[in-house]
T-cell receptor, first 116, second 117 residues
């Protein structure tokens, strides 16, 4: 089992719809969770991070975390063609001493296509 | 403010050749990382440096070496390139946080596209 798993897609949604991207992780001790967006041929860029159970909203983006079920999701409301990209879920490992060094484990990414 | 700068952007090597990928950051970050990205595999950590003077292996270190030259610079060396090392390589940096801190996003460079024939 991979440490961080995502459905590779592609996920295709019409413009204006809600896109729902999901991610599961295996390390129950994980503390911080990130969503990165990567346009084709470009480097990943951070969209959101979340570390508390529940929802976190930022504009059209909402991250949802459920530590008991070990999943994190990203909702994109009013999807636009410019949202078409690969979305990477990343989970930050915490060593036994509890100190975070920022080392992330990434899922394989979900390709999102928003069609007009 | 350049952020994370990688050189070169593109490189073609023949099997057995060596090369060094350069990375520098100007954000005063303590931690630096090298990832490779392959289709369907996501980003995989090769090596990282939690702070100046330290380096550690990541998920896929075989065939690579690294040097944390100073706080700004972290290089990745391929001593004898193999076709399996054909990939896109990303350098990244983050602020090292002590115990009790929570989030430390990665800042990525623009990547190096390496082909080994």
């Amino acid at each position: 089992q991979k440490e961080v798993e995502q459905n590779s897609g592609p996920l295709s949604v019409p413009e204006g719809a809600i896109a729902s991207l999901n991610c599961t992780y295996s390390d129950r001790g994980s503390q911080s969770f990130f969503w990165y967006r990567q346009y084709s041929g470009k480097s990943p860029e951070l969209i959101m991070f979340i570390y508390s159970n529940g929802d976190k909203e930022d504009g059209r983006f909402t991250a949802q975390l459920n530590k008991a079920s070990q999943y994190v999701s990203l909702l994109i409301r009013d999807s636009q063609p410019s949202d078409s990209a690969t979305y990477l879920c990343a989970v930050k490992a915490t060593n036994a001493g509890g100190t975070s060094y920022g080392k992330l484990t990434f899922g394989q990414g979900t390709i999102l296509t928003v069609h007009p | 403010n350049a952020g994370v700068t990688q050189t070169p952007k593109f490189q073609v090597l023949k099997t057995g050749q060596s090369m060094t990928l350069q990375c520098a950051q100007d954000m005063n970050h303590n931690s630096m990382y090298w990832y490779r990205q392959d289709p369907g595999m996501g980003l995989r950590l090769i090596y990282y440096s939690a702070s100046e003077g330290t380096t550690d292996k990541g998920e896929v270190p075989n065939g690579y070496n690294v040097s944390r030259l100073n706080k700004r610079e972290f290089s990745l060396r391929l001593e004898s390139a193999a076709p399996s090392q054909t990939s896109v390589y990303f350098c990244a940096s983050s602020v090292r946080r002590g115990q009790g801190a929570s989030n430390s996003p990665l800042h990525f460079g623009n990547g190096t596209r390496l082909t080994v024939t």
